[in-house]
């Protein structure tokens, strides 16, 4: 007996296709939960001897540990769980191919311990980042600061909102006009290149604050600063989940230009900011363009580009 397509020879073939739509509801407080519980794990860690970190160099030249190793498979783990459906795209899992991610309706995008860095110069200032991403923005973000017993959390349309020891509260961007003076601008002290100096010298004697990881997205979205200029290299992972954070207190997260891997600028910043355009994810290249944070801005910013 003959089969399959070859017996369809010479007749219009049919089609096999057919649509499934997949409805899952999701619980903020089970991701709460696992942002949390990774962050448990970082600290037993952090608290350990630093002999058994287990410290690499990846291939970029940035450091693993076992902390990112063990909060990565908490992380995933509780994930596959929760969403058995949902792809999870993770800083230290093997990257999926643009051409299958850009199909993606929903995933997950996780960076399980920002700040590698600072968690090896043992300053507290590295956080646990995941986010619930539709298509090219995120829709969901929890942020867990381990050392300060903290939990910042945003779902689209719903706040954002700090949970603590204290208690649980709604947190608002600052407001503020461009010349205003004194305005909080917080920094990466590793990368203060010319560009970034350019930025602050827009302003009207700006106060500069320095710290790490993702908590500097997380200072604009609870008001501890105004702005914060990211003109050097950074990937979705480690700005996604903070970002709705900072559009649910009021404030956005804008492009500034395309750069290279170094850093090195392909834009003028001056031109490309003041188009308004928020950072979009799940491109091919998953570096993201230069970029500023704002609170609530009472204008837009004038760049003085012409």
């Given at each position: 007996?003959?089969?399959?397509?070859?017996?369809?020879?010479?007749?219009?073939?049919?089609?096999?296709?057919?649509?499934?739509?997949?409805?899952?509801?999701?619980?903020?407080?089970?991701?709460?939960?696992?942002?949390?519980?990774?962050?448990?794990?970082?600290?037993?860690?952090?608290?350990?001897?630093?002999?058994?970190?287990?410290?690499?160099?990846?291939?970029?030249?940035?450091?693993?540990?076992?902390?990112?190793?063990?909060?990565?498979?908490?992380?995933?783990?509780?994930?596959?769980?929760?969403?058995?459906?949902?792809?999870?795209?993770?800083?230290?899992?093997?990257?999926?191919?643009?051409?299958?991610?850009?199909?993606?309706?929903?995933?997950?995008?996780?960076?399980?311990?920002?700040?590698?860095?600072?968690?090896?110069?043992?300053?507290?200032?590295?956080?646990?980042?995941?986010?619930?991403?539709?298509?090219?923005?995120?829709?969901?973000?929890?942020?867990?600061?381990?050392?300060?017993?903290?939990?910042?959390?945003?779902?689209?349309?719903?706040?954002?909102?700090?949970?603590?020891?204290?208690?649980?509260?709604?947190?608002?961007?600052?407001?503020?006009?461009?010349?205003?003076?004194?305005?909080?601008?917080?920094?990466?002290?590793?990368?203060?290149?010319?560009?970034?100096?350019?930025?602050?010298?827009?302003?009207?004697?700006?106060?500069?604050?320095?710290?790490?990881?993702?908590?500097?997205?997380?200072?604009?979205?609870?008001?501890?600063?105004?702005?914060?200029?990211?003109?050097?290299?950074?990937?979705?992972?480690?700005?996604?989940?903070?970002?709705?954070?900072?559009?649910?207190?009021?404030?956005?997260?804008?492009?500034?230009?395309?750069?290279?891997?170094?850093?090195?600028?392909?834009?003028?910043?001056?031109?490309?900011?003041?188009?308004?355009?928020?950072?979009?994810?799940?491109?091919?290249?998953?570096?993201n363009p230069y970029f500023v944070v704002f609170g609530k801005r009472k204008a837009p910013i004038n760049t003085g580009s012409s």
């Amino acid at each position: 007996m003959g089969g399959g397509l070859s017996a369809l020879r010479g007749e219009e073939t049919p089609d096999y296709s057919m649509e499934i739509q997949l409805k899952v509801e999701l619980q903020v407080e089970d991701i709460i939960a696992t942002a949390q519980a990774a962050g448990r794990a970082i600290l037993q860690i952090y608290n350990s001897e630093a002999s058994t970190w287990e410290v690499q160099m990846k291939s970029d030249a940035s450091p693993l540990t076992r902390a990112d190793r063990e909060a990565n498979a908490i992380i995933c783990q509780a994930l596959q769980n929760i969403s058995p459906h949902i792809p999870i795209i993770s800083e230290e899992n093997k990257m999926t191919p643009h051409a299958v991610r850009q199909k993606f309706q929903y995933y997950w995008l996780v960076d399980p311990l920002d700040g590698t860095k600072e968690f090896l110069k043992r300053n507290g200032q590295f956080t646990v980042n995941i986010a619930l991403m539709c298509g090219s923005a995120p829709v969901m973000g929890v942020v867990d600061v381990p050392c300060q017993g903290k939990t910042y959390w945003a779902v689209k349309g719903k706040g954002a909102w700090l949970r603590s020891a204290e208690g649980q509260r709604r947190i608002q961007a600052a407001e503020f006009a461009f010349d205003d003076k004194g305005l909080k601008v917080v920094a990466s002290s590793s990368h203060l290149n010319k560009e970034t100096e350019e930025f602050i010298a827009l302003f009207q004697s700006p106060e500069l604050v320095q710290v790490g990881s993702s908590l500097k997205l997380l200072m604009v979205a609870e008001g501890a600063a105004h702005i914060y200029p990211r003109l050097a290299p950074t990937c979705e992972w480690d700005i996604a989940a903070a970002d709705i954070i900072v559009r649910e207190a009021g404030g956005v997260v804008l492009q500034a230009g395309a750069q290279d891997a170094k850093g090195n600028p392909l834009q003028d910043w001056k031109d490309e900011l003041v188009k308004e355009a928020a950072v979009v994810y799940n491109k091919e290249d998953v570096l993201n363009p230069y970029f500023v944070v704002f609170g609530k801005r009472k204008a837009p910013i004038n760049t003085g580009s012409s």
